[in-house]
């Protein structure tokens, strides 16, 4: 017997989740959870929970970070031991300490720190459970978070990831489609202008396949931002 | 052109308003767009639109009225937590005038103290005073800590909000600008104030909440509603979220500066001559 595979059937292709290729995994985002924390916002994505907690902006305390002209942030990823399947070894690796600089990267040019100098803001990602997407979820998280607080922003900084897939070009990866894929793009931009701030290339793309993988994480990152609003809103019209 | 209404939630990077506006506070304009900055209510004054945050760390400002807790003694001066990203100082020389005394005699770590702002220079050094009418150092009491946005709703439109905690737990009330508020009265009364200055905190952005505490005052201090209530919700509501005149009515206004005069006994002033006796 022989099958005449179509155009259109490949298009309908679905993921080993059941998600189109172009469908972001179900997002919840609840914001002000944590009571002494300035600001805070829960968040899950598909198996990811983090929760994100921002303090000040305060006095540093740590002089050398102090800057005349502004405010400074700082941000600390971090993975809970139990978050993944084999335990991870508590406290700071490679990866996370990576994760940590280039979310602080990512989420600074939206903030509005110059009214704050000689100040500095802490930002700290807890990932609870993880399951693929954890830096782009981070961001997210701490956005909201950071918006809780009142912290005066430009935008509020939005994160999704494409990657390749069995050849395909799809959004949001799972933690199964990250390790057995070919390819992962996470992005965080600033939706309203649609600036780029973070832009990170695991794997092997063409100049074609990057480019749909780029326009559709920035679609990702619009859908995920509509989440991000209503978060905050849930939170005062309740 | 405008995208909002007055009173709306925004949230940061929100489109308020194209030309024909000016930025006012809360908000920043890029190109020819006026955008918010920061989560809140939208106000719109004239053509002037601004965001009251719905949370915010308190900014000194020179001649704000604040409340702060002494954290440090320095050789002249103490150091002063007040609520905020830059901690205040307290020279030795605005309490004792030019004589050198012995600081810790004077105030503690840990006091709490009813001060003004004299000075913020641009490296965000705020030096504190205590001249000034209500000026000194609270004896027992609580502190409540409230966002400072939300201080002019706790006052209520010429104190009504503030005057009527005070009249139906009669505790003893002083709030700074910094969003600390001192309460001094009976153990449960101080309790039942903390609780409605949390509640008036959480809901500070809906409307007819002047009446809401006040029935809440009533539940929890009698037990029961008067009958003859009235429920005229248009007497207090009125903008009482706009800080601009609120935060000027903290100074100027008559029933407000009453209630520091009511205090005056509650403040120690610091008494110099005993100093000298001691000494």
């Keep these: 017997m022989i099958f005449i595979i179509t155009n259109d059937i490949v298009s309908n292709k679905e993921r080993d989740d059941g998600r189109k290729l172009e469908e972001i995994r179900p997002l919840k985002i609840e914001a002000g959870i944590l009571k002494r924390a300035d600001g805070s916002a829960y968040l899950e994505v598909g198996g990811n929970k983090v929760i994100a907690a921002v303090y000040g902006p305060r006095e540093s305390y740590i002089r050398r970070l102090l800057r005349p002209d502004t405010g400074v942030i700082r941000c600390r990823y971090n993975m809970a031991p139990f978050s993944v399947d084999d335990r991870k070894r508590p406290g700071p690796d490679r990866r996370s300490t990576e994760i940590s600089k280039i979310t602080a990267e990512a989420l600074r040019p939206s903030l509005l720190l110059e009214r704050f100098p000689r100040s500095m803001v802490d930002i700290f990602i807890e990932i609870i459970e993880a399951e693929g997407g954890t830096r782009c979820a981070g961001i997210t998280a701490a956005s909201v978070a950071l918006a809780d607080a009142g912290i005066p922003m430009k935008d509020m900084v939005v994160g999704c990831a494409a990657g390749k897939v069995d050849g395909e070009i799809v959004l949001d990866l799972s933690e199964k489609e990250d390790k057995e894929g070919q390819a992962d793009v996470p992005l965080a931009i600033m939706p309203r202008t649609g600036e780029i701030t973070l832009l990170q290339t695991d794997g092997n793309l063409t100049e074609d396949e990057f480019d749909k993988a780029l326009s559709l994480a920035i679609e990702g990152c619009k859908q995920i931002s509509e989440v991000q609003k209503e978060a905050l809103k849930n939170r005062y019209e309740a | ?279």
């Excluded at chain 2, 000027?248 to 120690?268: G, I, Q, R, V, W």
């Design chain 2, 1 to 279: 052109m405008i995208h909002v209404e007055d009173k709306k939630f925004v949230v940061p990077g929100e489109i308020l308003a194209e030309d024909d506006f000016y930025p006012g506070r809360g908000t920043f304009k890029e190109g020819d767009i006026i955008c918010s900055s920061l989560m809140g209510l939208v106000s719109l004054r004239n053509n002037k639109i601004s965001v009251i945050p719905l949370k915010s760390k308190y900014v000194p400002k020179k001649g704000d009225v604040v409340i702060g807790k002494i954290d440090d003694i320095r050789f002249s001066m103490w150091g002063v937590n007040i609520n905020s990203p830059y901690s205040g100082i307290l020279p030795a020389s605005e309490v004792f005038g030019r004589e050198k005394k012995e600081l810790s005699r004077v105030f503690r770590i840990g006091d709490v103290l009813f001060l003004r702002v004299v000075d913020v220079d641009e490296v965000k050094k705020v030096k504190l005073g205590l001249k000034g009418r209500g000026m000194g150092k609270f004896r027992k009491g609580i502190l409540v800590d409230i966002t400072p946005t939300k201080v002019p709703r706790l006052i209520g439109k010429k104190g009504s909000m503030i005057n009527m905690i005070k009249d139906k737990t009669r505790c003893k009330i002083v709030v700074g600008q910094n969003g600390l508020v001192w309460v001094k009265g009976d153990v449960d009364m101080e309790q039942i104030t903390k609780n409605i200055i949390h509640l008036i905190e959480a809901e500070a952005h809906t409307s007819g909440l002047t009446n809401r505490i006040r029935d809440k005052l009533y539940l929890l201090i009698d037990g029961e509603l008067p009958k003859d209530l009235e429920t005229d919700e248009s007497k207090f509501d009125e903008n009482q979220l706009n800080d601009e005149n609120n935060s000027n009515n903290l100074n100027n206004d008559s029933n407000f500066d009453n209630s520091f005069e009511a205090n005056e006994d509650e403040l120690e002033k610091p008494k110099l001559e005993n100093f000298k006796d001691i000494l």
